[in-house]
Protein backbone atom coordinates (compact mmCIF):
# COMPACT_ATOMS: atom_id res chain seq x y z
CA UNK A 1 0.00 0.00 0.00
CA UNK A 2 1.05 3.69 -0.62
CA UNK A 3 -0.17 7.22 -0.06
CA UNK A 4 -3.54 7.30 1.00
CA UNK A 5 -4.62 10.40 -0.11
CA UNK A 6 -8.04 11.16 -0.98
CA UNK A 7 -8.01 11.25 -4.92
CA UNK A 8 -5.21 9.70 -5.49
CA UNK A 9 -4.82 7.87 -8.15
CA UNK A 10 -3.37 4.13 -8.36
CA UNK A 11 -1.57 2.94 -11.35
CA UNK A 12 -3.12 0.50 -13.20
CA UNK A 13 -2.42 -2.80 -14.03
CA UNK A 14 -3.44 -4.80 -17.30
CA UNK A 15 -4.10 -9.23 -17.03
CA UNK A 16 -4.87 -10.44 -20.08
CA UNK A 17 -7.15 -13.14 -20.75
CA UNK A 18 -7.43 -15.87 -23.61
CA UNK A 19 -8.81 -19.03 -24.36
CA UNK A 20 -6.63 -21.21 -22.37
CA UNK A 21 -7.13 -18.95 -19.53
CA UNK A 22 -10.80 -19.77 -19.67
CA UNK A 23 -10.31 -23.06 -19.82
CA UNK A 24 -8.19 -23.45 -17.07
CA UNK A 25 -10.61 -21.60 -15.02
CA UNK A 26 -13.78 -23.70 -16.57
CA UNK A 27 -11.64 -26.30 -14.83
CA UNK A 28 -10.36 -24.63 -11.46
CA UNK A 29 -14.27 -23.43 -10.88
CA UNK A 30 -16.61 -26.16 -11.57
CA UNK A 31 -18.11 -23.86 -14.24
CA UNK A 32 -18.10 -25.45 -17.18
CA UNK A 33 -20.94 -23.22 -19.07
CA UNK A 34 -20.40 -23.25 -22.98
CA UNK A 35 -20.40 -20.41 -23.32
CA UNK A 36 -16.96 -19.59 -22.23
CA UNK A 37 -15.35 -22.31 -24.33
CA UNK A 38 -17.58 -22.91 -26.87
CA UNK A 39 -17.83 -20.22 -29.74
CA UNK A 40 -20.29 -21.80 -31.94
CA UNK A 41 -22.84 -22.03 -28.46
CA UNK A 42 -21.96 -18.51 -27.51
CA UNK A 43 -23.16 -17.16 -30.92
CA UNK A 44 -26.30 -19.56 -30.96
CA UNK A 45 -27.43 -17.37 -27.97
CA UNK A 46 -26.52 -14.17 -28.97
CA UNK A 47 -23.08 -13.23 -27.49
CA UNK A 48 -20.23 -11.98 -29.95
CA UNK A 49 -17.89 -15.14 -28.91
CA UNK A 50 -16.87 -16.64 -25.89
CA UNK A 51 -16.76 -15.12 -22.85
CA UNK A 52 -14.78 -14.76 -20.09
CA UNK A 53 -16.29 -16.10 -16.94
CA UNK A 54 -17.35 -12.97 -14.71
CA UNK A 55 -16.02 -14.25 -11.57
CA UNK A 56 -12.23 -14.55 -13.03
CA UNK A 57 -12.90 -10.61 -14.24
CA UNK A 58 -13.56 -10.19 -10.35
CA UNK A 59 -11.24 -12.00 -9.32
CA UNK A 60 -8.11 -10.65 -11.39
CA UNK A 61 -9.71 -7.34 -9.70
CA UNK A 62 -9.48 -8.65 -6.13
CA UNK A 63 -5.97 -9.31 -7.28
CA UNK A 64 -5.25 -6.37 -7.97
CA UNK A 65 -7.02 -4.76 -4.99
CA UNK A 66 -5.28 -7.36 -2.87
CA UNK A 67 -1.60 -6.70 -4.37
CA UNK A 68 -2.24 -2.83 -3.85
CA UNK A 69 -3.80 -3.35 0.10
CA UNK A 70 -0.39 -5.70 0.89
CA UNK A 71 -2.35 -8.40 1.92
CA UNK A 72 -5.73 -10.02 1.44
CA UNK A 73 -6.18 -9.57 5.62
CA UNK A 74 -6.15 -6.15 4.75
CA UNK A 75 -8.85 -6.18 2.33
CA UNK A 76 -12.37 -5.78 4.38
CA UNK A 77 -14.94 -5.29 1.49
CA UNK A 78 -15.08 -5.77 -2.22
CA UNK A 79 -18.31 -5.85 -4.25
CA UNK A 80 -19.02 -4.95 -8.46
CA UNK A 81 -22.27 -5.44 -10.79
CA UNK A 82 -21.29 -6.46 -13.72
CA UNK A 83 -22.13 -4.40 -16.58
CA UNK A 84 -20.66 -5.98 -19.78
CA UNK A 85 -18.77 -8.96 -21.01
CA UNK A 86 -14.90 -9.56 -21.10
CA UNK A 87 -15.33 -11.29 -25.29
CA UNK A 88 -12.29 -13.62 -25.92
CA UNK A 89 -12.18 -14.27 -29.47
CA UNK A 90 -10.11 -17.32 -30.58
CA UNK A 91 -6.06 -17.08 -30.58
CA UNK A 92 -6.19 -13.58 -29.06
CA UNK A 93 -4.79 -12.45 -25.72
CA UNK A 94 -7.56 -9.40 -24.66
CA UNK A 95 -6.41 -6.87 -22.26
CA UNK A 96 -8.32 -6.33 -18.67
CA UNK A 97 -7.24 -3.15 -17.50
CA UNK A 98 -8.00 -2.58 -13.77
CA UNK A 99 -7.47 1.13 -12.10
CA UNK A 100 -8.51 2.49 -9.45
CA UNK A 101 -8.66 5.82 -7.31
CA UNK A 102 -9.08 6.48 -3.60
CA UNK A 103 -12.71 7.73 -2.85
CA UNK A 104 -12.55 8.08 0.83
CA UNK A 105 -10.56 8.09 3.34
CA UNK A 106 -10.82 7.63 7.23
CA UNK A 107 -8.70 6.68 10.54
CA UNK A 108 -8.91 2.92 10.11
CA UNK A 109 -9.30 2.47 6.50
CA UNK A 110 -9.76 3.61 2.24
CA UNK A 111 -12.77 3.13 -0.19
CA UNK A 112 -10.70 2.35 -3.50
CA UNK A 113 -13.09 2.86 -6.77
CA UNK A 114 -12.24 0.41 -9.22
CA UNK A 115 -12.61 0.66 -13.21
CA UNK A 116 -12.36 -2.37 -14.78
CA UNK A 117 -12.39 -2.25 -18.61
CA UNK A 118 -11.77 -4.26 -21.62
CA UNK A 119 -11.05 -2.86 -25.15
CA UNK A 120 -12.15 0.71 -24.05
CA UNK A 121 -15.50 -0.81 -22.29
CA UNK A 122 -16.08 -0.46 -18.31
CA UNK A 123 -17.13 -4.42 -17.69
CA UNK A 124 -17.32 -3.88 -13.91
CA UNK A 125 -20.06 -1.36 -12.76
CA UNK A 126 -20.09 0.29 -8.80
CA UNK A 127 -16.63 -1.62 -8.29
CA UNK A 128 -15.15 -0.44 -4.56
CA UNK A 129 -12.91 -2.20 -2.19
CA UNK A 130 -12.49 -1.08 1.75
CA UNK A 131 -9.03 -1.61 2.87
CA UNK A 132 -8.15 -1.49 6.38
CA UNK A 133 -5.21 0.57 7.38
CA UNK A 134 -4.33 -0.74 10.67
Not at 9 to 38: C, E, M
Not at 117 to 122: D, R
Amino acid sequence: MREVALGTVIPSQSYFINRQTLIDYANASGDQNPIHQNEEFAKSVGLPDVIAHGMLTMALAGRYVTQWAGSTAKVKEFSARFTKPVVVPAGVDVELKISAVIDEVTARSVVLDITAECAGIKVLGMAKATIALL
